[in-house]
């Protein structure tokens, strides 16, 4: 039993079988949901602590409310360590989430009506990148640009084409199921061209970023936005880098233009997550990652699934499933009754609809912070195609549960209790 479940059990008997029960799931399931990690138990335990109990609009030395003595320390403690890891000028570590801090970016450099270009959502963006369903589509004229048909790569030469056609006020690179390297670089030439604002979203890879393992965005963008968990393998929250001379804009656009008091118990959290960011061990934890990422998309390959791009390069692997017989909803389903959690997705030029897509998103980040390797990824592999060629066969589900089972109390889960 956890900590957290005995505090709770003599308050709220009921919200702490609930919380053990999601420790039982977190511990006894393979995770390969691409956004998601276990974070370390000191991560847990400063994101649990009394920070929470602060209220603090402002930003360190400059608070409307007075006892701020340690939280601007803690504060400055954090940013000063994400630029130093990123090797950013300025760092702004209190928007709520990657969504929040990307609407930030918005309200400091557009006006609404404005031309913004990202990557369309069906082809990996995020929705955040001017998809029409999000305020991003709705209060700015968005225009996407896609991937190759042929190879579901992005063609930088389109992207060109577009931006000099179109003339964003602002860029995006970066999204939700890119399993490839993205040239920052090249997105840079493209913006400084056509007079953008070049935004790298490194939200799903921020912790290879870090790490050293991805080309890093922060010398050629003007902005760099991105979540803290994830591959960072931090708490839930939002990080905004820039350079220095867009500081101000983006200062101004969190707080006052879109936030009140910050989550200072994030922000701890945060900071411990920066510091572990920083070491050798997790230089290792994040070349592994994509050790294990290219290795489960080798497996699935020789098993006959249709793999987008035929491999990756970071920690995600995208999967078109329709050629086992089934669609990613289903499977997904079925995976997750055997212990193999992950969602389903839509793949490029998709013809099934968003909440019935034809693929699967996988990601390596949780199972290789528990310490799984390259022979791991290969049971997984074999695991996802015996559940994709009996998808409704509850014998065939509850076998592969109990291996998994198995097999998870051979890598104890950061953070939860044994």
């Known amino acids: 039993m956890s900590h957290a479940v005995s505090t709770v059990r003599p308050v709220d008997p009921e919200l702490a079988e609930l919380l053990a029960a999601e420790e039982d799931l977190q511990r006894d399931t393979i995770r390969l949901i691409a956004s998601e990690n276990y974070v370390s138990a000191a991560v847990l335990a400063a994101t649990g602590s009394v920070l929470t109990n602060k209220y603090s609009e402002g930003y360190p030395t400059k608070r409307y409310y007075e006892g701020q003595q340690n939280i601007d320390r803690i504060e400055q403690l954090c940013i000063d360590r994400a630029k130093s890891l990123f090797g950013a000028d300025h760092a702004n570590v209190q928007p709520y989430s990657g969504s929040p801090a990307n609407l930030a970016v918005y309200l400091a450099f ?3 009506g404005d031309t913004v270009m990202g990557l369309g959502l069906p082809a990996g963006g995020h929705l955040t990148h001017g998809w029409n369903v999000s305020i991003s589509g709705m209060f700015f004229r968005a225009v996407q640009y896609g991937v190759r048909k042929d190879t579901h790569r992005i063609d930088l030469d ?12 602002l860029m995006f690179a970066g999204g939700t199921a890119i399993p490839r390297t993205i040239d920052f670089a090249a997105y840079a030439e493209i913006a400084r061209e056509v007079g953008a604002i070049f935004v790298a979203d490194i939200a799903h890879i921020a912790g290879l970023v870090a790490a050293g393992v991805h080309p890093s965005p922060v010398a050629h963008a003007d902005v760099v936005s991105s979540t803290t968990h994830k591959t960072l393998r931090g708490p839930r929250g939002g990080l905004l880098l820039c350079k220095e001379g867009h500081a101000k804009a983006i200062d101004r656009a969190v707080f006052p233009g879109l936030q009140g008091g910050p989550h200072n118990h994030t ?12 070491t050798p061990e997790f230089k290792s934890y994040a070349a592994q990652i994509i050790k294990n990422a290219q290795a489960l998309a080798a497996g699935l390959v020789e098993r006959g699934f249709a793999v987008i791009t035929g491999g990756t390069d970071n ?4 999967v078109d499933v329709t050629s086992k017989g089934v669609a990613g909803k289903p499977l997904a389903k079925a995976l997750d009754v055997a212990g193999l959690v992950c969602n389903y997705n ?8 968003p909440f019935d897509p034809s693929g699967i998103r996988l990601g390596t980040s949780a199972v290789t912070s528990r310490g799984m ?17 009996a998808p409704t066969d509850a014998a065939v589900l ?10 998870t109390r051979r890598f104890p889960a950061p953070g939860l209790a044994i």
């Open 398 to 407: 509850a076998r592969v549960r109990g291996e998994v089972v198995e097999v």
């Open 158 to 169: 389109e992207v060109r084409a577009l931006a000099l056609k179109e003339r964003p006020r």
């Open 373 to 389: 390797g390259v022979a791991e990824m290969a049971q997984i592999a074999g695991w996802i195609d015996q559940v994709a060629q």
């Open 267 to 278: 922000t701890a959290g945060l900071a411990v997550a920066l510091r572990e960011a920083a």
């Open 346 to 353: 839509t793949v490029p030029f998709d013809p099934r609809k």
């Open 315 to 318: 920690h995600l692997v995208l």
């Open 110 to 112: 557009c006006k609404p």
